[in-house]
């Protein structure tokens, strides 16, 4: 009897449409940041095409359940994803000596996937914060739902929000933040409007990514003039 052949490898498309019935919300664009992040390593054909196999789409499912059902940052599951492969014996997510402690998570830096979407409370509970820090960060505008539910920025933002606060930051402070931020997404907007305005195929990811990129070189520089001011100022 003849062996039965291996199953064939599948399309970015192909896992998109095995996911969506379980995450509504699953994107290309979603996948591809995941695959970024290094939570999957789909093989490449010679032209460079991804093909993904059943175990990547497990993984993949893996990472958005437990996105999803326990709101972890990308580190806490990669880390988790790397124990697995080292054959380690490791808890499920859902056990309890597998959940952290809402310290732990409100103290997370960790950058929360844009994809993501939350619930308020889920909000509340993952940045640590209270009702009233959350309606000042919704009043100045550092802080807005999507709909009924806040996208992985809004954690992050939360967060960073209430570490300043230690330091005595109130989010009137925060304003400039923002207004500069606002400044810098528009030139960003403007230097990939040429990408979005093309009609090939991929055109809108490619641009996306470019956009990407440029947020993180322009993080970079900032961080960087400001240390050398926070420098200067401190040498004078």
């Known amino acids: 009897m003849n062996a039965q052949p291996a199953r064939s490898p599948m399309t970015i498309g192909d896992v998109l449409g095995l996911l969506r019935p379980e995450f509504p919300d699953i ?24 093909k993904f196999c059943h175990a ?10 437990a996105q999803r059902d326990h709101y972890l940052p990308l580190r806490v599951i990669r880390q988790h994803l790397e124990a697995c492969d080292r054959g380690e014996d490791v808890p499920p997510l859902g ?3 597998a959940r952290r402690p809402r310290t732990l ?16 409370r ?32 809004a954690l992050n933002i939360a967060r960073a929000a209430a570490a300043l606060g230690e330091y005595g930051f109130e989010v009137r402070h925060l304003r400039a933040v923002k207004a500069a931020a606002d400044r810098q997404a528009g030139l960003i907007e403007q230097m990939v409007a040429p990408q979005l305005r093309r009609r090939s195929r991929g055109a809108h990811e490619q641009a996306a990514e470019t956009a990407r990129e440029i947020a993180a070189l322009s993080v970079k520089l900032h961080a960087a003039l400001v240390s050398a001011g926070i420098r200067e100022s401190l040498d004078r």
Not at 27 to 49: D, H, N, Q
Not at 107 to 119: G, I, N
Not at 136 to 144: A, D, W
């Open 95 to 97: 056990a309890p000596e």
């Open 27 to 50: 994107t290309i664009s979603k996948i591809r940041f995941l695959e970024s992040e290094g939570l999957v390593e789909p093989e490449r054909s010679p032209a460079g095409y991804r």
């Open 105 to 120: 998570v409100a103290a997370d830096t960790t950058a929360e996937d844009p994809a993501v979407r939350l619930t308020r």
């Open 56 to 65: 990547d789409v497990e993984r993949l499912r893996f990472v958005l359940a």
């Open 122 to 153: 889920q909000l509340l509970d993952g940045a640590g914060i209270d009702e009233a820090l959350l309606a000042r960060l919704e009043e100045y505008g550092l802080v807005r739902r999507a709909g009924t539910h806040y996208e992985g920025d």
